[in-house]
């Protein structure tokens, strides 16, 4: 349903240190650089996640009630996303763990640098 996703960065460089730290756990890695943005996805694939410096040049914000979600083949690629995040300066937003939402849903939630909240879902039975 979505072609791609992104989050703004008001640290280009250093944004694409924690997600370059944080994504391979997922399988996704960077793809492409520019000066005003870095594209990470699964190599012979489209870019589907862009960390970005806005557009207009005003300071990147988070959005309220925004979370973006990240497949995860496993529960312990969930938890290697978040010990990852916290490790590059992330701050948890939900620690990993099973959630109410289904039987299998296995999830956490953190802030990027810029206080994007971002996610890793493993909806499969371990």
């Known amino acids: 349903m979505l072609l791609y996703?992104?989050?703004?960065?008001?640290?280009?460089?250093?944004?694409?240190?924690?997600?370059?730290?944080?994504l391979p756990a997922l399988?996704?890695?960077?793809?492409?650089?520019?000066?005003t943005e870095i594209g990470y996805g699964?190599?012979?694939?489209?870019?589907?996640?862009?960390v970005v410096t806005p557009f207009n040049r005003e300071p990147a914000t988070s959005g309220n009630g925004v979370s973006i979600a990240f497949t995860a083949e496993t529960r312990a690629?969930?938890?290697?996303?978040?010990?990852?995040?916290?490790?590059?300066?992330g701050?948890?937003?939900?620690?990993?763990?099973?959630?109410?939402?289904?039987?299998?849903?296995?999830?956490t939630w953190v802030r990027d640098l810029d206080g994007n909240k971002i996610a890793a879902v493993c909806e499969r039975p371990e």
């Not at 008001?10 to 370059?20: C, K, M, T, V, W």
């Not at 399988?27 to 000066?35: A, I, V």
């Not at 699964?42 to 862009?50: L, M, T």
């Not at 690629?77 to 300066?89: E, Q």
């Open 5 to 22: 996703v992104t989050v703004g960065t008001n640290d280009l460089e250093r944004a694409g240190a924690f997600y370059d730290a944080v």
């Open 27 to 35: 399988g996704f890695h960077r793809q492409r650089q520019d000066e």
């Open 42 to 50: 699964v190599a012979g694939d489209r870019i589907r996640f862009w």
């Open 77 to 89: 690629a969930v938890d290697a996303f978040h010990a990852a995040a916290l490790a590059k300066g």
């Open 91 to 107: 701050t948890d937003e939900g620690a990993p763990g099973l959630r109410p939402f289904h039987a299998n849903f296995y999830g």
